[in-house]
C-alpha cells in the first residue's frame, strides 16, 4: 500500500501543470509537445524509483517506531546440580516470570516524531527528483530542436558557400576576379561542409539523448513553435521571489526539523525504563507455590546519555546552519536564474532586427559580387555575420528555455502535508 502511495505521488507530480513556458498541443501533424515529453518521461525513465522506493522505506520506519517493546518470559531453577540433597533436581526450586518493558521520557513519542521526519524528507525527495526530471527533459528537448535548426542553418550555408563558389570560379574564369578568390570559395565550402557534418551529427546526439528520457516518441517532430515563443515582447519587472517553502529550500528544511526530532529523541533516552516482572515460584520440597514480583531499574552510572544529547544538539545546530545556507544559495541561484532569462530574453527580441538587417546586408552582397561591384571579402563577411546572427538567434531561444526551467525548478513551491500523502 505504501508503495503505491509512493508511486500516486511520483504520478501527481508528472501530472502537475507543465512550466510556464510549457508547449500547448499543437493543431494537427505527429508533433511532439513538451507536455507530452514530460508525461513520456514519467513512464520510460527508472529517475524516481530510488527515492519512491525511499518513501515506502521511510514509512516502514514510521510502523516500527510506533512499536512497544517486547516483553519477555523468563524460566530460573534454583538448588539443582549441586552436591549432597542438591544433587539432582529434587530439592530445587522453579520459577517462571513475565518481564514487561515500560519506556519513561517520551521515547515511543520521539521515535515516532523522527520517524515522521524521515517520511517527510522522503516525500521531500520524490518531489525533488520529479522536478529534476522535468528540468532533464525540458533541456534535453530544448537541446534537439536548437541543434536541428543549427543543423539546418549549416545545411543552407553549406549551399550558399557551393553557390559562392560557382560564382568565384566564373568569374576567375572570364578574368574578372583574380585566383585568390576561388581559392578563398574553396576554403568557405570546407568549413562549410564540416560545419554541416558536425551539426547533423550533434542533431543525432540530442535525438538520441531525448529518447532515453521518452523512448520511441523521440523520433517524432518537435514543437517548433513553442520554440519560438520566448520572449517574443518585453515584460516588466518580476516580483520578488521567496524562497520559504519552495523546493529549493525543502530539503534544508526538512532536515533541520529531522535534527531538532533527533535531539528531542536524545533528551528522551536519559530517562531509564523500568522492567515489571511477575512470576510464581514452585517449592519443590514442599510442592507450594509463590508469587514473584520485581521492578529492574538501569543505574546511569557509566553513560547518562548527556554526551548523546550534547552530539544530537550539535547536529542541530549544523542543520540550522546548513538551513541558512541553503536559504543563501536558494536566493542567489534564484536571481541568477533570472538574471540568466532576461539576458537571453533581450538577446532573442533583438534577434528579430538583426537577422532581418543581416540578411538583407548579404542578399545585396551576394548580387554586388556577382556584378562585380563588390569584393569577396565584403561578401565573405556579410555571408559570416548572416551566419553568426542566426546561430546567436538559436542559442538566445535555447538559452531563455533552459533558464526558464531552472528558474521553474527553483521557484516551485513544495505540495503541503495533505496534499502528498
Same mark, same amino acid.
Given at each position: 500500500?505504501?508503495?503505491?502511495?509512493?508511486?500516486?505521488?511520483? !504520478?501527481?507530480?508528472?501530472?502537475?501543470?507543465?512550466?510556464?513556458?510549457?508547449?500547448?498541443?499543437?493543431?494537427?501533424?505527429?508533433?511532439?509537445?513538451?507536455?507530452?515529453?514530460?508525461?513520456?518521461?514519467?513512464?520510460?525513465?527508472?529517475?524516481?524509483?530510488?527515492?519512491?522506493?525511499?518513501?515506502?522505506?521511510?514509512?516502514?520506519?514510521?510502523?516500527?517506531?510506533?512499536?512497544?517493546?517486547?516483553?519477555?518470559?523468563?524460566?530460573?531453577?534454583?538448588?539443582?546440580?549441586?552436591?549432597?540433597?542438591?544433587?539432582?533436581?529434587?530439592?530445587?526450586?522453579?520459577?517462571?516470570?513475565?518481564?514487561?518493558?515500560?519506556?519513561?521520557?517520551?521515547?515511543?513519542?520521539?521515535?515516532?516524531?523522527?520517524?515522521?521526519?524521515?517520511?517527510?524528507?522522503?516525500?521531500?525527495?520524490?518531489?525533488?527528483?520529479?522536478?529534476?526530471?522535468?528540468?532533464?527533459?525540458?533541456?534535453?528537448?530544448?537541446?534537439?530542436?536548437?541543434?536541428?535548426?543549427?543543423?539546418?542553418?549549416?545545411?543552407?550555408?553549406?549551399?550558399?558557400?557551393?553557390?559562392?563558389?560557382?560564382?568565384?570560379?566564373?568569374?576567375?574564369?572570364?578574368?574578372?576576379?583574380?585566383?585568390?578568390?576561388?581559392?578563398?570559395?574553396?576554403?568557405?565550402?570546407?568549413?562549410?561542409?564540416?560545419?554541416?557534418?558536425?551539426?547533423?551529427?550533434?542533431?543525432?546526439?540530442?535525438?538520441?539523448?531525448?529518447?532515453?528520457?521518452?523512448?520511441?516518441?523521440?523520433?517524432?517532430?518537435?514543437?517548433?513553435?513553442?520554440?519560438?515563443?520566448?520572449?517574443?515582447?518585453?515584460?516588466?519587472?518580476?516580483?520578488?521571489?521567496?524562497?520559504?517553502?519552495?523546493?529549493?529550500?525543502?530539503?534544508?528544511?526538512?532536515?533541520?526539523?529531522?535534527?531538532?526530532?533527533?535531539?528531542?529523541?536524545?533528551?528522551?533516552?536519559?530517562?531509564?525504563?523500568?522492567?515489571?516482572?511477575?512470576?510464581?515460584?514452585?517449592?519443590?520440597?514442599?510442592?507450594?507455590?509463590?508469587?514473584?514480583?520485581?521492578?529492574?531499574?538501569?543505574?546511569?552510572?557509566?553513560?547518562?546519555?548527556?554526551?548523546?544529547?550534547?552530539?544530537?544538539?550539535?547536529?542541530?545546530?549544523? +542543520?540550522?546552519?546548513?538551513?541558512?545556507?541553503?536559504?543563501?544559495?536558494?536566493?542567489?541561484?534564484? +536571481?541568477?536564474?533570472? !538574471?540568466?532569462?532576461?539576458?537571453?530574453?533581450?538577446?532573442?527580441?533583438?534577434?528579430?532586427? +538583426?537577422?532581418?538587417?543581416?540578411?538583407?546586408?548579404?542578399?545585396?552582397?551576394?548580387?554586388?559580387?556577382?556584378?562585380?561591384?563588390?569584393?569577396?571579402?565584403?561578401?565573405?563577411?556579410?555571408?559570416?555575420?548572416?551566419?553568426?546572427?542566426?546561430?546567436?538567434?538559436?542559442?538566445?531561444?535555447? !538559452?531563455?528555455?533552459?533558464? +526558464?526551467?531552472?528558474?521553474?525548478?527553483?521557484?516551485?513551491?513544495?505540495?503541503?502535508?495533505?496534499?502528498?500523502?
Amino acid at each position: 500500500m505504501k508503495s503505491f502511495l509512493a508511486a500516486v505521488l511520483a !504520478a501527481s507530480l508528472c501530472a502537475l501543470p507543465a512550466q510556464a513556458q510549457s508547449s500547448s498541443p499543437s493543431a494537427g501533424g505527429d508533433i511532439l509537445t513538451l507536455d507530452e515529453a514530460l508525461a513520456a518521461a514519467c513512464v520510460a525513465t527508472p529517475l524516481t524509483q530510488a527515492t519512491e522506493a525511499g518513501v515506502s522505506a521511510a514509512q516502514a520506519g514510521r510502523t516500527v517506531a510506533g512499536l512497544r517493546p517486547n516483553p519477555s518470559v523468563s524460566v530460573d531453577t534454583e538448588n539443582a546440580l549441586g552436591t549432597g540433597p542438591y544433587r539432582g533436581f529434587d530439592e530445587s526450586d522453579t520459577t517462571v516470570a513475565f518481564a514487561m518493558p515500560v519506556e519513561l521520557g517520551g521515547k515511543r513519542s520521539a521515535r515516532v516524531a523522527v520517524a515522521d521526519a524521515k517520511v517527510r524528507r522522503a516525500w521531500i525527495d520524490l518531489a525533488v527528483a520529479e522536478a529534476d526530471r522535468r528540468v532533464a527533459v525540458t533541456e534535453a528537448y530544448v537541446a534537439a530542436i536548437a541543434s536541428e535548426r543549427r543543423a539546418k542553418i549549416a545545411e543552407a550555408q553549406l549551399a550558399v558557400t557551393t553557390d559562392n563558389l560557382r560564382i568565384a570560379r566564373d568569374r576567375v574564369m572570364v578574368g574578372a576576379n583574380s585566383p585568390i578568390d576561388e581559392q578563398r570559395a574553396v576554403l568557405e565550402q570546407v568549413r562549410a561542409t564540416t560545419d554541416a557534418e558536425t551539426a547533423r551529427r550533434a542533431a543525432r546526439a540530442t535525438r538520441a539523448a531525448l529518447a532515453q528520457y521518452v523512448g520511441d516518441g523521440a523520433g517524432a517532430a518537435l514543437d517548433q513553435g513553442w520554440f519560438d515563443r520566448a520572449a517574443v515582447t518585453e515584460q516588466g519587472p518580476a516580483a520578488p521571489v521567496d524562497p520559504h517553502g519552495t523546493l529549493a529550500l525543502a530539503a534544508a528544511t526538512a532536515d533541520a526539523s529531522s535534527a531538532e526530532a533527533e535531539l528531542r529523541l536524545a533528551r528522551s533516552q536519559r530517562a531509564p525504563d523500568v522492567t515489571l516482572i511477575a512470576g510464581t515460584r514452585r517449592l519443590e520440597a514442599s510442592n507450594d507455590r509463590a508469587m514473584v514480583f520485581g521492578v529492574s531499574v538501569p543505574l546511569p552510572l557509566f553513560n547518562g546519555g548527556r554526551a548523546a544529547v550534547t552530539q544530537a544538539a550539535r547536529e542541530r545546530d549544523r +542543520a540550522e546552519a546548513q538551513q541558512r545556507i541553503a536559504l543563501f544559495e536558494a536566493e542567489r541561484a534564484i +536571481a541568477a536564474a533570472e !538574471a540568466d532569462r532576461d539576458r537571453a530574453a533581450t538577446a532573442v527580441r533583438a534577434s528579430e532586427p +538583426a537577422m532581418t538587417a543581416a540578411t538583407e546586408v548579404a542578399r545585396i552582397a551576394r548580387i554586388g559580387y556577382a556584378e562585380g561591384k563588390f569584393d569577396q571579402l565584403i561578401l565573405l563577411d556579410a555571408e559570416r555575420t548572416l551566419l553568426d546572427t542566426r546561430r546567436a538567434g538559436i542559442d538566445a531561444r535555447a !538559452a531563455y528555455h533552459d533558464a +526558464a526551467a531552472r528558474l521553474e525548478r527553483l521557484t516551485a513551491r513544495l505540495p503541503a502535508e495533505g496534499e502528498i500523502k
